[in-house]
């Protein structure tokens, strides 16, 4: 595996998942609500004068989804393919590190930094609420039960790139 094209691909990676997310944020601020500490979404409901809502998954949010995951782990299989992966564990690897990477850029920048530090990208109505904004362990509990996930993730896109590739 090129290291330095893994590494570009990362950096790329992140650059692009930032601008998506951020777009999005700033399109609809609604769209992650469930991301933040409990007090923000509360704070933001009461705001807005609406009942917080769960989340339901409609025919065609599942399919979105699906469509989703399948173009995300088409990606990460040419990604490692790019990054000269040659083997099932160096494809693993590869894919397990682009699911990592990404998450610790969201947690680390995106929630630690931008969010907890430039009101602008702050729900309507929570601007001021700097120590929710700041509460760096919530967002690192939220991470971890997905590493498991990301490993059986890892296991199947290898698996999909050495049997494309």
């Known amino acids: 595996m090129n290291t330095s094209?893994?590494?570009?691909?990362?950096?790329?990676?992140?650059?692009?998942?930032?601008?998506?997310?951020?777009?999005?944020?700033?399109?609809?601020?609604?769209?992650?609500?469930s991301d933040y500490?409990?007090?923000?979404?509360?704070?933001?409901?009461?705001?807005?004068?609406?009942?917080?809502?769960?989340?339901?998954?409609?025919?065609?949010?599942?399919?979105?989804?699906?469509?989703?995951?399948?173009?995300?782990?088409?990606?990460?299989a040419w990604m490692a393919h790019i990054a000269g992966v040659q083997t099932f564990t160096e494809a693993l690897i590869a894919i397990y590190g682009y699911m990592i990477v990404i998450s610790l850029f969201d947690v680390l920048v995106l929630d630690w930094i931008l969010f907890a530090n430039v009101k602008k990208l702050r729900l309507p109505g929570t601007e001021n609420m700097d120590k929710e904004y700041h509460q760096k362990w919530f967002h690192v509990k939220a991470m971890f039960p997905m590493i498991p996930i990301f490993l059986v993730g890892g296991i199947?896109?290898?698996?999909?790139?050495?049997?494309?590739?």
């Open 5 to 33: 094209i893994y590494i570009t691909e990362c950096i790329i990676m992140c650059l692009i998942f930032g601008t998506f997310v951020m777009v999005m944020e700033l399109m609809d601020p609604v769209s992650f609500v």
């Open 37 to 76: 500490p409990p007090k923000i979404q509360k704070q933001y409901y009461e705001f807005q004068h609406k009942e917080a809502q769960k989340e339901k998954i409609t025919k065609i949010s599942f399919i979105k989804k699906i469509i989703g995951l399948i173009a995300f782990a088409l990606i990460f």
């Open 156 to 165: 199947v896109v290898a698996g999909l790139m050495i049997f494309i590739w």
